[in-house]
């Protein structure tokens, strides 16, 4: 199966303008993402709109491609710049992976468990989870919980802790049960995602913000892997401090 990776980077961000130009330790942020992506994929490309993003790539070496400005989502851009690769490179891949474009210390070998889903021929979407660890995590809502079924199929994604622990103090939760945590990074077949940017928005994905409820509501199962590495986004300049301290 033949697998690549497409890094979406956008210079315009509400909270953190050109961030994937940002400087980290004497290299781009959208460096740092693509070297550990080639890490475990051969073919990686940067998916843009922006001429400045689209310059720093070439110039540490790196595939570019072109988007459009107008794209409503990640997965809108992803699906055009699929389209332009294969075409402009002749190459039938099976499998696209989108890797987040803000996490510059992105594991290697969470794409490899990412890509060790599609062993399972009825696998058509796949995504990363992690075991929660502490208690914060349970309750906070900027990190969306998952829960799954025994098959590794995500039966919902909330900004909520799932499940609801019955009669029990919420400060003992992440002791008395196995909380989830979604790690942002997806996986599809071409054919699916290309199906995935005809749908329109779904009454739970607009409750929740989550594109992916869009999917878990139109029948598309979405399998799991779990991994023990975490993310670390760079979504507002705080957090870039956070990093560079590392």
């Not at 070439?58 to 990640?74: A, I, L, N, Y």
């Amino acid at each position: 199966m033949d697998f690549i990776g497409i890094i979406p980077a956008r210079f315009a961000s509400t909270r953190f303008p050109g961030k994937p130009l940002v400087d980290i330790h004497g290299k781009s942020m959208i460096e740092r993402v693509y070297e550990q992506a080639k890490k475990a994929l051969e073919y990686v490309y940067v998916a843009t709109d922006d001429e400045k993003i689209a310059a720093e790539v070439q110039r540490f070496g790196g595939c570019v491609v072109m988007t459009s400005e107008k794209h409503q989502s990640g997965t809108d851009r992803l699906a055009e710049a699929i389209d332009i690769i294969r075409k402009e490179t002749k190459e039938n891949f099976d499998v696209v992976i989108n890797i987040q474009g803000d996490e510059p210390f992105i594991q290697p070998k969470q794409i490899e468990e990412i890509k060790s889903c599609f062993d399972n021929p009825l696998t058509k979407i796949a995504t990363l989870v992690k075991k929660i660890e502490n208690n914060e995590d349970v309750f906070d809502i900027n990190k969306p919980k998952v829960i799954f079924n025994k098959k590794m199929q995500a039966i919902y994604f909330s900004r909520s802790p799932i499940p609801f622990l019955r009669g029990i103090e919420k400060e003992q939760w992440h002791l008395k049960h196995d909380f989830y945590k979604h790690i942002g990074m997806y996986a599809y077949k071409i054919k699916t995602l290309n199906e995935l940017t005809e749908l329109e928005q779904s009454p739970l994905e607009l409750a929740e913000s989550l594109e992916q409820l869009r999917w878990i509501e139109n029948g598309y199962a979405i399998y799991v892997a779990i991994t023990k590495f975490d993310s670390f986004g760079v979504d507002t300049p705080e957090d870039l401090e956070k990093i560079l301290k590392k």
